[in-house]
């Protein structure tokens, strides 16, 4: 199987048989209709013109400039990312598992599926990523969140086929297309907010290079297809309010649970909050995201100790009074990778959004989410993966997180977050893993953009695997951080 680290040397292959496509007919162009109105009207804010949303962004990619290319050119587009990848890892790389002939492809046809042995960090983490090269593929081909998951689906059968010798493997089949679908809605909302079709000059050269680093195959498209230089009187993307938050800090853990003993650790947190939960309207898959990610530097570095995130996938807005709330179906991405555990899943279930105003000031954000966990892995062994050697099981089950905010005026927040997953063994001893994670923590706001906080974690992990000792193990840690919040300046403030 491919190591992590040469997947990125695979993402120019994207779309590399793309064709130019700069003609737009005039007539096509929406026309905008401008209604006067008496001095003496009343003025309401905040109303969506039809097709867009609040903030005045548009609800759907416009498809006069985003035409769909048809289903077999988009494939053979797909298949090209193969190929690509397989040539650097065979020739470049001369990796044995590249090795392939007709020979190789009827033995993998004739046989079984398995399940691999692959680095934790592979199959969690590297093989999501190449699925996101697949189905961002069709995605800047003009194919929506649906219609580009069969795409990253026939991707993967391909790669499993026919780009290794090694046996085809079932959770390779499951995650790649699953999680990098998750993965790349979320890239290629995050590249339409970064790119505007509408400038020029220093600006346009910016913004195309950093969004053809988020979203290397839709970069590469917009090169082939000439959008990368065109120029347009208006905006023809969807885009959605985005607030990020960074924070750093000291990262300390526990010995023998001991509070304020044992090593540091420097610790960075980003989290990507997209779309407003909030709004009432009709809903599309990733309308609504958020993200996580933390890097650890120190005691055990981790480049990517964390990965959690949610997408909506279809959902209702209910207002009533001062309580707003989105219900909804979820897609769910977990990847935990440090000193207690690891563990990795991909969920779909039903979760809620809710927002109470206690006061002018003051509000209590809940989240709360139950999901079914097809794939999984759990370590087990007593401690983290140190090997290049698998040392963890697939399995499935279900999770569960809840997360709850309560901001006090503009001073200061309490919060805490919680995440439950239970899983049961697919392959190898039989038994069950419960993994809980508690988060509570306390934000003292230096700003209305920077503030300071402490968090402190309690993490449960019990193995009941036949013929292995049960394990029952908690660690505590503590974070001391500086955070800083990036609102989008089109929210004004309106979300929180």
């Known amino acids: 199987m491919k190591p992590v680290y040469t ?6 292959a994207s779309g590399s048989f793309a064709q130019i496509d700069t003609s737009i007919s005039a007539t096509t162009l929406p026309q905008t209709v401008v209604v006067s109105q008496p001095s003496t009207a009343p003025v309401i804010k905040n109303v969506p013109s039809p097709g867009y949303n609040k903030y005045g962004d548009l609800l759907a990619d416009d498809p006069a400039y985003n035409k769909r290319y048809p289903v077999l050119t988009t494939a053979a587009r797909v298949a090209t990312t193969n190929v690509f990848n397989w040539a650097l890892s065979r020739y470049l790389f001369h990796f044995e598992w590249a090795e392939v002939a007709p020979k190789t492809w009827k033995y993998n046809l004739s046989h079984g599926l398995v399940w691999d042995d692959d680095h934790f960090g592979t199959n969690f ?44 493997s079932r959770n390779d089949l499951v995650n790649t297309p699953l999680s990098g679908a998750f993965l790349g809605e979320i890239l290629y909302r995050v590249s339409s907010n970064i790119l505007d079709d509408r400038k020029q000059g220093r ?9 053809g680093l988020v979203n290397p195959p839709r970069g590469l498209n917009r090169l082939t297809q000439g959008k990368m230089f065109r120029v347009t009187q208006k905006e023809v993307y969807q885009k959605e309010p985005l607030n990020m938050t960074f924070s750093g800090g000291i990262h300390k853990i526990n010995n023998n649970n001991k509070f304020g003993s044992g090593p540091n650790s420097f610790v ?16 599309k898959p990733f309308d609504v995201f958020r993200l996580r990610t933390e890097s650890i530097f120190g005691v055990n570095r981790k480049l990517l100790g964390s990965a959690t995130g949610y997408g909506l996938l279809f959902g209702k807005n209910i207002l009533k009074g001062r309580h707003s709330t989105l219900l909804g179906g979820f897609q769910y991405f977990d990847y935990w990778n440090n000193r207690v555990f690891e563990v990795g899943s991909l969920g779909f279930g039903v979760g809620l959004i809710a927002r109470n105003r206690v006061s002018q000031n003051s509000v209590l954000f809940s989240s709360l989410h139950f999901a079914a966990v097809p794939l999984a892995g759990t ?10 050697l698998r040392d963890y099981h697939f399995g499935g089950g279900f999770e569960a997180k809840i997360e709850e905010t309560f901001h006090l005026s503009k001073v200061a927040s309490l919060g805490f977050a919680g995440y439950y997953y239970w899983i049961h063994n697919y392959e190898g001893p039989k038994g069950n893993s419960s993994i809980g994670i508690l988060k509570p923590r306390f934000i003292l706001n230096l700003s209305s953009k920077a503030s300071i906080g402490i968090e402190h974690h309690v993490y449960y992990n019990n193995r009941f695997i036949d013929k292995v000792p049960t394990l029952h193990l908690a660690r505590t840690e503590q974070r001391i951080f500086f ?3 990036l609102e989008d300046r089109r929210r004004n403030d309106r979300y929180r």
């Open 379 to 388: 370590n087990t062994s007593f401690g983290p993966d140190t090997s290049l």
């Open 203 to 211: 600006s346009r050269v910016w913004r195309e290079m950093l969004a």
């Open 268 to 283: 960075l947190n980003m989290q990507l909050d997209y779309g407003d939960a909030f709004e009432v309207r009709r809903r």
């Open 7 to 12: 997947l990125i040397l695979f993402l120019s």
């Open 125 to 168: 983490i590297g093989h999501p990523h190449t699925g996101n090269n697949y189905f961002n593929v069709a995605r800047s081909n003009g194919y929506n969140y649906w219609q580009s998951l069969p795409f990253s689906v026939g991707g993967s059968l391909m790669w499993e086929y026919f780009g290794e010798n090694t046996q085809p």
């Open 483 to 485: 955070q800083l919040f």
